[in-house]
């Protein structure tokens, strides 16, 4: 009798111990899908602005294409449209682009509106775009990921080492990687200066 109850004791033991370790798995299996989930877009501390709706500090996104290029968007502070929730105004922005099998695009501006469905972002005031030895500045950069351009205007000045010019725009083909420097009016020229 005693050796029927310690065996039945035993199976006991062994069925709370899968049931728990079934528990365990399954939780921790949850737990860690969500906190991948926050990784992709996140947004943390939110506060109300009273004036603009929601404020929102220490923003990052992150998304890729089907070209297999990488988005990576970050921004000190960020305040939600109230009539287009889709749409955020951004402070202190900085951006990082990963084309396929090249090096990755810097840009930082002061300032950036961002779409949060369709990824479209307008960097404004103070920006400046890198790339390797490439370094351009201008006031205004927009970047459309639906027809794969970044386009760079307003005070545009482009420098590599031993060659400054200027323009009116620089335009970049996000698949190609091509890039075109240009004046909006065809009778006007660039300025190019090269340095020794």
């Given at each position: 009798?005693?050796?029927?109850?310690?065996?039945?004791?035993?199976?006991?033991?062994?069925?709370?111990?899968?049931i728990?370790?079934?528990f365990?798995?399954?939780?921790?299996?949850d737990?860690?899908?969500?906190?991948?989930?926050?990784?992709?877009?996140?947004?943390?501390d939110?506060?109300?602005?009273?004036?603009?709706g929601?404020?929102?500090?220490?923003?990052?996104?992150?998304?890729?294409d089907?070209?297999?290029?990488?988005?990576?968007?970050?921004?000190?502070?960020?305040?939600?449209?109230i009539?287009?929730s889709?749409?955020?105004?951004?402070?202190?922005?900085k951006?990082?682009?990963?084309?396929?099998?090249?090096?990755?695009?810097m840009?930082?501006?002061?300032?950036?509106n961002?779409?949060?469905i369709?990824?479209?972002t307008?960097?404004f005031?103070?920006?400046?775009l890198?790339?390797?030895?490439?370094?351009?500045?201008?006031n205004?950069?927009?970047?459309?990921f639906?027809?794969?351009?970044?386009s760079?205007?307003n005070?545009?000045?482009?420098?590599?080492?031993?060659?400054?010019?200027?323009?009116?725009?620089?335009?970049?083909?996000?698949?190609?990687?091509?890039?075109?420097i240009?004046?909006?009016?065809?009778t006007e020229?660039i300025?190019?200066?090269?340095?020794?």
């Open positions: 009798m005693n050796r029927k109850i310690l065996a039945q004791f035993i199976l006991l033991i062994i069925l709370f111990s899968i728990i370790s079934v365990l798995i399954y939780f921790n299996k737990k860690r899908l969500n906190e991948k989930n926050i990784e992709t877009n996140k947004i943390v939110q506060e109300i602005d009273e004036d603009t929601t404020l929102i500090t220490d923003i990052n996104y992150k998304f890729s089907p070209s297999g290029n990488f988005y990576e968007l970050f921004a000190e502070f960020g305040k939600v449209n009539k287009d889709e749409k955020m105004f951004m402070t202190n922005v951006a990082l682009i990963y084309l396929k099998d090249s090096e990755p695009i840009i930082v501006s002061k300032y950036a961002y779409h949060k369709n990824h479209e307008n960097f005031e103070d920006v400046v890198t790339h390797l030895i490439h370094k351009a500045t201008s205004n950069l927009d970047i459309a639906n027809k794969n351009i970044a760079m205007y005070n545009l000045v482009y420098n590599k080492p031993g060659t400054n010019l200027t323009a009116d725009r620089l335009e970049i083909d996000l698949i190609t990687k091509n890039t075109k240009f004046m909006d009016k065809k020229k300025k190019i200066v090269n340095k020794k």
